[in-house]
């Protein structure tokens, strides 16, 4: 499967009382390689294994396949995740057609709020909602994979 998304900083926390939905989540990395990462994720009391493929050079598209899997594996899984496990809770905001995936991070990655959508096809137009910042679709160091390696607060 192909995914389709774009990210954007966010610039306040209005979303917060527009989301129909919260959840928190636990995720690491069992790979990070440029080529390919596993994922292992705790959604509250679901979990799953994904594998992300590389992305496009414009960053809008990449392979994704997922399956949920036991949480009590999942949990074993974390243990042996490279790097710093990243925590945040996510805000669902419907926004027109669209949903926007709103992520608060804790930890090492402390300020950061990136929001994600996910598009059909690549110039498909969707609403903006003011809460929306600067895009950094494509910027790597957004990236969670790389949140975990060089997190959001030991950029300079």
């Excluded at 294994?49 to 992305?55: A, E, M, N, P, R």
């Excluded at 414009?58 to 999942?74: S, T």
Aim: proline share 2%; hydrophobic share 35%; glycine share 6%.
């Amino acid at each position: 499967m192909i995914e389709i998304e774009r990210k954007f900083l966010v610039n306040s926390d209005v979303y917060k009382n527009e989301a129909f939905k919260k959840t928190r989540i636990s995720q690491g990395f069992l790979n990070t390689h440029k080529e390919r990462t596993v994922r292992v994720r705790i959604k509250d009391k679901e979990s799953f294994i994904t594998v992300k493929g590389k992305s496009s050079k414009d960053g809008l598209k990449r392979f994704e396949w997922e399956k949920e899997i036991p949480l009590n594996e999942a949990q074993e899984l974390l243990n042996i995740c490279e790097h710093s496990i990243i925590d945040k809770t996510r805000y669902e905001v419907k926004i027109g057609n669209h949903i926007f995936e709103v992520d608060e991070f804790y930890g090492e990655n402390n300020g950061l709020v990136i929001a994600e959508i996910e598009l059909n096809f690549e110039e498909e137009v969707f609403e903006t909602p003011n809460w929306l910042g600067k895009e950094v679709t494509g910027d790597i160091k957004y990236y969670n994979s790389q949140l975990s390696i060089q997190p959001y607060k030991t950029w300079k």
